[in-house]
């Protein structure tokens, strides 16, 4: 009799981009990325780096697509603590 894990899976709270020609490098949140993935697609991070490209390297002529996507889960991520005045 096989267990099933009840274990929940981490949310991507994150991607980080980087490219490998220039190593230019960006954090994407879900409101930024989520809209360029089809909805029912199996596999979204595939789906977006379909899509991506890297803009310095675009604008010197190169192809762009030479890129590292990292999914960074959502509980690592830091809280955003808003900033008050004491």
Not at 47 to 53: E, N, Q, S, V, Y
Not at 63 to 86: C, F, H, K, S, W
């Amino acid at each position: 009799m096989g267990e099933t894990s009840s274990k929940p899976q981490p949310q991507t709270g994150s991607i980080l981009i980087r490219c490998n020609d220039c190593g230019r490098s960006r954090v994407r949140f879900p409101h930024q990325f989520m809209r360029l993935i089809p909805p029912g697609t199996p596999s979204p991070m595939t789906a977006l780096g379909d899509r991506l490209f890297c803009p310095n390297c675009r604008s010197q002529g190169g192809d762009g697509r030479n890129l590292m996507i990292v999914e960074i889960p959502q509980a690592t991520r830091p809280e955003i603590v808003p900033y008050r005045r004491r």
